[in-house]
């Protein structure tokens, strides 16, 4: 068959053909590939696969040099979500990914929609999602446009989080200049499943039914996949229509369904209509199996807790904000599924919410730089509704267990596009999609739309073929819509027809596989070596006001204004929730428990990207140890400005190749991720930050370890060596106003023995405490394990004997590497002291805690800090409350 264009479809020009995002040398790949010029939706389906979002056209080579095996990993990179074993029969899967630019132009729907996106693509691996964390990215909190993103993107996280009822259990926070243009918003999901019922999105069984399972769609969100390919600019706010609009409770209800298909047996494969919408999820389903293809409001309503993440803010983020979001879900190892579709004649089906125009070209928005008419791409922001996202987990946890499904994968960037196509690629097959029988939530939507929407809480499933009404059946139970949509064939071939009339005909192995790989030139940038190099002033000599001044920095400060907002004990299993290192939540009927965190120290990787990479993964596994959980595995979120500037591209590639080596060296394999290029606006790239979430486990839930001191007359014990490494931390930026310097250095050996060092303490339950050491130095560090309890308690610590020589400022707030502090009772510190000799550890007891609302007592080479500790508490806690009290514009601040 030859597709054909529909009546009324526009010439495909050169013009046309540069709005949809492709190069020359790309259009003219497609014309090979096709032997003809494309049609309308021939040209959206390319600009959506093709797009840096879903294809990794300029990263795919340094991803490749990654470590993803290890005895733990169950599944890698590749799959909707990594998946490891954790014992007893039960594996976690887990990923993050970016809602970078969407959230820049509408905070709350792209921050919302990002929590939906990250839950469909756990609970689609087999797994019910047990913990939400988010990882964000701002300017200074001084600004009414860095407040308005803030506010909205933190309600976004909340409300759709706390509606699908999946408690948000940390993160991060980090405030930066850098961010000024693009902030950062990166979201994580941990789910459980028996680790035999894994499921793969792999499309099989030429014949087998491919069906829709959902919410309606509509037409946000439309070149969704374009637009995160692109850089920002001032007209990015029109791109508002291609942010994704999503519904908490249909994603309930959708996740509900989806496990049960998973689980009745029913479905080959099952897919999240995500970037590139219809086509990607029909495509790349078909080419996994090996057969061809012709086819806050949000969080807490799903019911999955969110217990961390971390937010910062740098200046660096100002116009394009970072927002990482990662899931962590539990499963059976016998429970996986993958989605790859197969068996030829299998029935593909849709299942979810409608089809509408929200989020179209969204995949192809997230590949562009953020300019000043980025605000103009509101329409290309999906749009969330948490409440069907609660309903289409259990359906799809239900639909999986059912063994009536093949495989099933989330619609999301570039929406059926991408859904489709990356299941049929899995596979090894081809799928034949009727676009015309798409449910669609407005009236008059062509194919282009339908393809290329991005709307939320939908996804496509391949049944076995005989098993339709089965399906039927258990997503209609949960009021989603679900319907066949096409079938998978035998031929190769990815074929879209609407009403009988062919729009799209290409060889799918192709469509996936032939994408022009850019080989982009990297070397440092000069401004970087200067910035490097740049000799440190002489320190501060009040350092009282600088421990104040570091405890007020929004990026030290508490984040509790954030997470009061998440839901993080829903579901009851949440043991370590957020403001802590690490978030751990209970495996119900075992003894074992899930280690959770994000973040990263972008700073570092700004000033040597190498030696921050390691930094970032070395951070990360630290924050795991300290709750006396043993790391396992890493999801990454890679996030960096344009790859085509030789800068960029330098940032990029060593900051991969250090995370690399700390990984191998902390045998934490990464199991998959994403990456987020193009975060750029005019004010700038953002800070290169590769996310880094990470998994641990412990075998015993009840040996877990807060930060926070828990009793007085404990011995406070330092644990690595303190060397006074100031270049690159928050002290000389609170002195300087500026970030320059060295960076501290990363000794991994060292940070492989403190890590084992921790987890054999813990198990042995000698830790009444332990918190990493990182911003701020070991002075912030052990006033956070002061005031971050129940209630503040004060301390004495003499540092003079663990920083011989230095300067005070410098053993102070220095931010070495590899040291964490701990508490122990009195009679267990020589236990301690014993085992840390013995993991070649330097340990050195420094103070004992004190009474609630003590002084807290810092003495280093003769010069002493003492402040009250309810004074330091009050300045930690309200130091980004009191920020956002400050008087706004709010028409000016949305870019009214």
Not at 433 to 444: C, F, N, Y
Not at 533 to 553: K, M, S
Not at 640 to 666: H, S, T, V, W, Y
Not at 819 to 831: C, H, L, T, Y
């Amino acid at each position: 068959m030859t597709a054909r264009p529909m009546p009324g479809d526009p010439a495909i020009t050169q013009g046309l053909v540069r709005q949809h995002g492709l190069s020359p040398r790309e259009f003219d790949a497609i014309r090979g590939i096709l032997g003809r010029d494309p049609t309308l939706c021939e040209l959206g389906i390319f600009s959506a696969l093709w797009s840096e979002h879903c294809s990794y056209k300029h990263s795919k080579a340094v991803l490749r040099t990654l470590p993803t095996t290890g005895p733990q990993v169950l599944q890698g990179p590749g799959e909707n979500a990594g998946v490891v074993r954790i014992g007893g029969g039960y594996a976690v899967a887990f990923k993050m990914e970016s809602h970078n630019h969407p959230s820049a132009v509408e905070p709350y729907q792209g921050a919302a929609t990002g929590v939906g996106g990250i839950l469909r693509d756990i609970f689609t691996m087999g797994a019910r999602p047990i913990a939400v964390l988010d990882s964000l990215r701002f300017a200074s909190l001084d600004t009414p446009r860095q407040r308005y993103l803030f506010g909205g993107v933190v309600k976004g996280v909340g409300d759709y989080g706390n509606c699908v009822g999946v408690p948000n259990v940390g993160g991060d926070v980090v405030f930066e200049p850098a961010y000024e243009g693009n902030p950062l918003v990166n979201a994580m999901c941990v789910g459980l499943l028996r680790e035999e019922d894994l499921i793969r999105a792999v499309a099989a069984g030429p014949g087998n039914p491919i069906m829709y399972v959902g919410a309606r769609t509509g037409r946000d969100g439309i070149h969704g996949a374009a637009f995160a390919s692109e850089e920002l600019s001032h007209a990015s706010d029109a791109r508002r229509p291609q942010v994704q609009v999503g519904d908490p409770f249909t994603e309930k209800l959708l996740i509900e369904a989806s496990l049960e298909l998973i689980a009745s047996g029913h479905i080959v494969a099952i897919q999240d209509m995500g970037a590139a919408g219809l086509t990607s999820s029909s495509a790349e389903m078909a080419a996994r199996g090996g057969v061809g293809v012709g086819v806050g409001d949000y969080g807490n309503c799903v019911g999955v807790p969110n217990v961390g993440g971390d937010v910062v803010f740098e200046p660096a983020y100002e116009g394009n904000p970072l927002v990482n979001a990662m899931c962590v879900g539990l499963l059976r190892e016998e429970d996986l599924i993958r989605a790859v579709a197969a068996g030829p004649g299998n029935p593909i089906m849709y299942v979810g919410a409608r089809t509408g125009r929200d989020g179209i070209h969204g995949a192809a928005f997230a590949s562009e730089e953020l300019s000043h008419a980025s605000d103009a791409r509101r329409p290309q922001v999906q749009v969330g509704d948490p409440f069907t996202e609660k309903l289409l987990i259990e359906a799809s946890l239900e639909l999986i267990a059912s063994g009536h499904i093949v495989a099933i994968q989330d619609m999301g960037a570039a929406g059926l596009t991408s859904s489709s196509a990356e299941m049929a690629a899995r596979g090894g097959v081809g799928v034949e999609i009727d676009a015309a029988k798409v449910p669609m939530r407005e009236p008059g939507m062509t194919p282009y739309e339908v393809l290329l929407s991005e709307s939320q809480e939908r996804m496509l499933v391949v049944a076995h073929k005989g098993k339709e009404r089965e399906v039927e059946a258990i997503v209609r139970k949960w009021e989603l819509e679900c319907v066949v949509i096409g079938r998978v064939t035998d031929d190769g071939r990815y074929r879209v027809t609407w009403n009988g009339h062919v729009v799209a005909e290409i060889d799918g192995r192709r469509l996936v596989e032939d994408v022009p790989m850019h080989e982009p030139e990297g070397r440092e940038g000069h401004d970087a070596v200067a910035r490097r190099g740049r000799a440190l002033p002489e320190p501060a000599a009040d350092l009282g006001a600088a421990l104040e001044g570091l405890l007020d920095t929004p990026t030290i400060a508490s984040k509790r204004w954030v997470f009061q907002q998440y839901d993080s004990s829903v579901q009851a299993s949440t043991v370590l929730g957020p403001g802590g290192d690490a978030a751990v939540v209970r495996v119900r009927g075992t003894r074992l428990g899930v280690a959770v965190t994000s973040g990263a120290p972008a700073r570092y990787v700004w000033l040597e990207p190498y030696e921050g990479g390691k930094a970032c993964v070395a951070e990360a596994a630290r924050n795991i140890a300290v709750t006396g959980a043993r790391p396992l595995a890493v999801t990454n979120c890679l996030n960096f400005g344009n790859p085509d500037k030789p800068e960029i591209f330098f940032q990029f590639r060593e900051a991969c190749r250090g995370m690399a080596d700390a990984c191998r060296a902390l045998n934490t394999p990464i199991t998959g991720g994403n990456v987020s290029l193009y975060n750029e606006s005019p004010s700038g790239a953002v800070m290169p930050t590769p996310m880094i979430g990470m998994v641990g486990v412990l075998d015993d839930v009840a040996a877990r370890v807060p930060a926070a001191f828990t009793a007085s007359g404990d011995v406070i014990i330092v644990l690595g060596d303190t060397r006074g490494e100031l270049g690159g931390s928050q002290f000389l930026t609170w002195q300087t106003g500026d970030t320059f310097g060295a960076p501290p250095r990363v000794d991994l050996a060292r940070e492989r023995a403190l890590v084992d060092l921790l987890v054999v303490a813990a198990g042995r339950r000698l830790l009444r405490s332990a918190h990493d050491v990182s911003d701020g130095g070991l002075a912030v560090a052990l006033v956070e394990s002061a005031i971050s309890g129940a209630a503040p308690l004060g301390f004495t610590a003499d540092l003079t004997a663990a920083a011989p020589g230095l300067h005070p400022a410098a053993a102070l707030f220095g931010e070495d590497q590899g040291r964490a502090v701990v508490s122990v009772a009195r009679d267990r510190s020589e236990a301690l002291l014993a085992l840390a000799a013995e993991h070649g550890v330097p340990a050195r007891a420094v103070g004992t805690t004190g009474t609630v609302g003590g002084a807290a007592r810092l003495t280093v080479g003769g010069v002493t800090v003492e402040r009250s500790s309810e004074r330091l508490r009050d300045i930690w806690e309200r130091a980004i409350p009191r920020r956002l009290e400050a008087p706004r514009d709010s028409r000016r601040a949305a870019g009214a």
